[in-house]
């Protein structure tokens, strides 16, 4: 039976409130490196952005914060949202066990206008947010709003194209399996365990997420329909290791290795507001 937009939603949150404690254990986050001093950033966005030292940064969807942290090392002032309680919790301890200036709200995006004040000089987000948001178009008017005159929208996102293909444990090959344009409901996705990367298996009470499938032309709009002025859209041979064969270029990115550099599995859009 198909469920309100709110229930994907709350479905999902709890999802995300069971795995945030999890994921500060995960060896793939590497928490412990980054207590050490080692960034969470990938090149991508630290080559993109650029130079963030003494600007105020808003981090949406920041999950418990360590790329949130990792701009705060990097000489900005930060904000880090996230829908789920337990996440922020633990962006809150993160941050005071290390001493790292930062300030954290808990708050779905598409309250946000009601919940902050202010404009930042950048609005960042990345890696594994959109296709947990029904409406693309709402969230790209929220972001704007919060860009000031003058500032920098950036994303680093997971390519849709990528999320096309079987991704069994097994499979060796790829083969399409999920929709590129999917504007109906969201696609239901079970999972029983808290992920591989996690260490060993976590069986979760809440693995049923929903997640809707934005194509890259959608958010594009999106943001330009939002006022926003794209600077460039750039389309990237690597990334997360959703299928078995794959192997990794640097920190948790990964090639593939049949077909390696002809399937974009990453993309990122820097956009200014105009004054
Ligand atoms: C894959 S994580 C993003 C991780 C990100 N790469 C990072 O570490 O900075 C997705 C995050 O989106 C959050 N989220 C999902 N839907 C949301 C919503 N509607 N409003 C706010 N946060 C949301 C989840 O709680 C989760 O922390």
């Not at 178009?137 to 390519?159: K, L």
């Not at 593939?256 to 550099?261: E, Q």
């Amino acid at each position: 039976m198909e469920r309100s937009v709110n229930e994907y939603i709350e479905a999902n949150r709890k999802h995300w409130n069971e795995v945030a404690p999890i994921h500060t254990g995960a060896i793939s986050y590497d928490v412990p490196g980054f207590k050490e001093g080692k960034s969470s950033l990938n090149s991508v966005e630290l080559d993109e952005l650029g130079d963030v030292q003494g600007k105020t940064l808003l981090h949406l969807q920041c999950q418990f914060g360590l790329d949130t942290l990792c701009w705060a090392r990097e000489g900005a002032v930060v904000t880090g949202v996230d829908f789920s309680e337990s996440a922020i919790d633990q962006a809150r301890e993160l941050a005071e066990e290390c001493g790292i200036a930062s300030r954290f709200l808990v708050s779905d995006v598409y309250d946000l206008p009601d919940n902050l004040d202010g404009q930042f000089d950048i609005v960042f987000t990345s890696y594994g947010v959109l296709w947990w948001l029904p409406d693309v178009t709402r969230w790209a008017q929220i972001a704007s709003s919060f860009v000031r005159p003058g500032g920098t929208f950036y994303i680093a996102e997971f390519h849709p194209f990528a999320h096309i293909f079987d991704d069994a444990p097994d499979v060796d090959d790829l083969h399409v399996k999920y929709p590129y344009f999917n504007p109906g409901p969201p696609l239901r996705f079970d999972l029983e365990h808290a992920y591989a990367y996690a260490g060993p298996a976590v069986k979760l009470q809440n693995g049923e997420t929903y997640r809707w499938q934005h194509p890259v032309g959608e958010v594009l709009t999106a943001l330009v329909d939002a006022g926003l002025r794209i600077e460039f859209l750039h389309e990237y041979p690597f990334g997360l290791n959703f299928l078995p064969f794959m192997e990794r270029v640097e920190g948790w990115m990964f090639r593939l290795t049949k077909h390696d550099g002809s399937v974009p599995l990453v993309y990122s859009i820097r956009a200014t507001k105009p004054t």
